[in-house]
């Protein structure tokens, strides 16, 4: 089946630094999505991505769908203590398939 | 607006015993799934219902049934509870099958 993986699986930063993390796929997606999932709770999402270049932000998160539409990455800027979560990236073929979820960064910030 | 609700919150089985997991969600939204996350890995789609009056197995269906009771409502039920079963469960739902809303989870525990 698809894999997504997700790189790094952690990260331990500072208040203010930026963030950058990042998705790869075996196999092409058509649609990328960008979850963020707060200990305790379900995923929310935060990004969706529906063309190959596409560069999306939300805030202080940009996304961007890769040219290759195999990638996409997700960058924070200056990151703050509410930031901390584990970010799921998720990628589907067409609207009719499910879909395929990324093992998570786990970002941790220290103030 | 309550967007997906989730019944239990917590629940500890017995082997064996049988139980249902309980979701609604207010969107009006046609599709609803439920996965199951584990530690240190993303979340996999258990059963999905794309709309009411149908119901489709995902990538790991064995050991559970569901219901799709209405549009609202789409349910959840271990037959015979086991060990690997322990896990937090998520219910979602999306008007398209990519832009998924999640509830905030039921963590169940299997001895």
């Known amino acids: 089946g698809q894999q997504l993986n997700q790189s790094p699986q952690s990260m331990f930063i500072q208040e203010g630094e930026d963030v950058s993390m990042n998705c790869t796929s075996s196999s092409i997606f058509n649609t990328w999505l960008w979850y963020k999932q707060e200990p305790g709770e379900g995923p929310v999402l935060l990004i969706a991505?529906?063309?190959?270049?596409e560069l999306t932000s939300n805030g202080r998160l940009t996304a961007q769908f890769g040219i290759t539409r195999k990638d996409s990455f997700l960058n924070i800027s200056a990151s703050i203590p509410s930031d901390v979560g584990i970010y799921f990236c998720?990628?589907?073929?067409?609207?009719?398939?499910?879909?395929?979820f990324g093992g998570g960064t786990r970002l941790m910030v220290k103030p | 607006n309550a967007g997906v609700t989730q019944t239990p919150k917590f629940q500890v089985l017995k082997t064996g015993q049988s139980m249902t997991l309980q979701c609604a969600q207010d969107?009006?939204?046609?599709?609803m799934y439920w996965y199951r996350q584990d530690p240190g890995m993303g979340l996999r789609l258990i059963y999905y219902?794309?709309?009411?009056?149908?119901?489709d197995k995902g990538e790991v269906p064995n050991g559970y049934n569901v219901s799709r009771l209405n549009k609202r409502e789409f349910s959840l039920r271990l037959e015979s509870a086991a060990p690997s079963q322990t896990s937090v469960y998520f219910c979602a739902s999306s008007v398209r099958n990519y832009e998924q809303y999640f509830g905030p989870g039921t963590r169940l525990t299997v001895t």
């Open positions: 998720a990628g589907q073929l067409n609207a009719g398939n499910m879909l395929t």
């Open positions: 969107m009006n939204h046609n599709s």
């Open positions: 219902s794309a709309s009411e009056g149908t119901t």
């Open positions: 991505l529906y063309k190959a270049g």
